[in-house]
């Protein structure tokens, strides 16, 4: 069964340095998605993409935050500078469709980001 | 604006016996609603998905929810736990013109043998 992948699944980083995270969504689907979660705290909406731009980002994606699609298969979310609070869950999803009846957005594992 | 709300943030069951997981939600549209389950060191997983078609879904894993409009609720039942089913759920909403998911806070999931 087709599935999304991501790495590093646990990656440390420096406060204000950069990080680039990973992932692959399932072959055919065309919308990609970053959520995050900090420990404790509830799964936050952070950016969807489709067709090489953002579609909807939340408050949280500020101007830190950067995706792209640099190839066919990969996604990635990079942070410029982390901070402290940056340390959480990363997770990437994808969907065939957005929104509408059939949409389902299928998860990765996460990436576990710490922030010292 | 979106949002749920997960009734219990940790529910302790014996195997064998029924599990209820409690979800309201508040939307000012039609939503879509899922199920997710997380086990450890797994990503999340579908369990089952509401989009507006018969009221009680059938999900993987002999799993069900039931959508009630006039109560708000998309609460997750399954007859006979298994030690399997010890995970974190989270239920979700989708506004119909979303495309982001929003979370309720998750509930954990303990099964005694």
């Known amino acids: 069964e087709p599935e999304v992948t991501q790495t590093p699944s646990h990656q440390v980083t420096q406060m204000g340095q950069e990080v680039i995270l990973r992932c692959v969504p399932i072959?055919?689907?065309?919308?990609f998605y970053w959520y995050r979660q900090i420990l404790g705290q509830k799964v936050e909406f952070l950016v969807s993409?489709?067709?090489?731009?953002?579609?909807?980002k939340s408050e949280i994606f500020d101007d830190q935050f950067s995706v792209e699609r640099p190839d066919g298969s990969n996604f990635t979310l990079k942070i410029r500078s982390t901070k402290l609070e940056d340390s959480a869950m990363y997770f990437c999803?994808?969907?065939?469709?957005?929104?509408?009846?059939?949409?389902?957005?299928?998860f990765g594992p996460g990436t576990r980001l710490t922030v010292l | 604006a979106q949002s749920v709300t997960q009734l219990d943030s940790h529910v302790s069951v014996s195997e064998g016996t029924p599990v209820l997981l409690r979800c309201n939600y508040s939307?000012?549209?039609?939503?879509?609603l899922f199920w997710y389950v997380q086990h450890p060191n797994k990503g999340l997983q579908l369990l089952l998905k509401?989009?507006?078609?018969?009221?009680l879904v059938k999900g993987i894993n002999g799993f069900e929810a039931e959508f009630k409009k006039s109560e708000t609720s998309f609460h997750l039942t399954k007859p006979s736990a298994h030690m399997s089913d010890a995970a974190e759920y989270f239920c979700?909403?989708?506004?119909?013109?979303?495309?982001?998911?929003?979370f309720g806070a998750g509930t954990t999931v303990t099964v005694r043998a």
């Open positions: 072959s055919n689907h065309l919308y």
């Open positions: 999803a994808s969907s065939a469709l957005a929104g509408g009846s059939t949409d389902t957005q299928y």
């Open positions: 939307s000012s549209y039609s939503p879509s």
């Open positions: 979700v909403v989708r506004g119909s013109n979303d495309y982001k998911l929003s």
């Open positions: 509401y989009t507006s078609a018969a009221t």
């Open positions: 993409f489709y067709n090489n731009e953002i579609s909807e």
